[in-house]
Nanobody
């Protein structure tokens, strides 16, 4: 099982940027596809972005497409989420997650139940 630790959250004004990191340890990081999810107060956790094990394929929720970029560095066992043009509705706790699936579809990457390892989350607050 891989262990995940997120960092990089904080308070930022609307229009600003943040870069989240997720450091992995344990089993071979490069064997996992990685995802970012977020949960706002009173709302269900939702998919944000995902990246294949090689980094060659990326997937985004419509709400962040064009503003967020997911990437990974397998040599550093780290996945990143670059967030630009932040909006107040981006506020929430951001979680990274790992899945061993090699089938990259909405059903396998966009659904939190498909992931078998999670970090503790990092808070992102965007003020208006």
């Amino acid at each position: 099982q891989v262990q995940l630790v997120e960092s990089g959250g904080g308070l930022v004004q609307a229009g600003g940027s943040l870069r989240l990191s997720c450091a992995a340890s344990g089993r071979t990081f490069s064997s996992y596809a990685m995802g970012w999810f977020r949960q706002a107060p009173g709302k269900e956790r939702e998919f944000v972005a995902a990246i294949s094990w090689s980094g060659g394929l990326t997937f985004y929720a419509e709400s962040v497409e064009g503003r967020f970029t997911i990437s990974r560095d397998n040599a550093k066992n780290t996945v990143y989420l670059e967030m630009n043009s932040l909006k107040p509705e981006d506020t929430g706790v951001y979680y990274c997650a790992a899945t061993e699936t090699r089938k990259y579809t909405r059903e396998t990457l966009f659904v939190d139940g498909q992931y078998n390892a999670w970090g503790q989350g990092t808070q992102v607050t965007v003020s208006s």
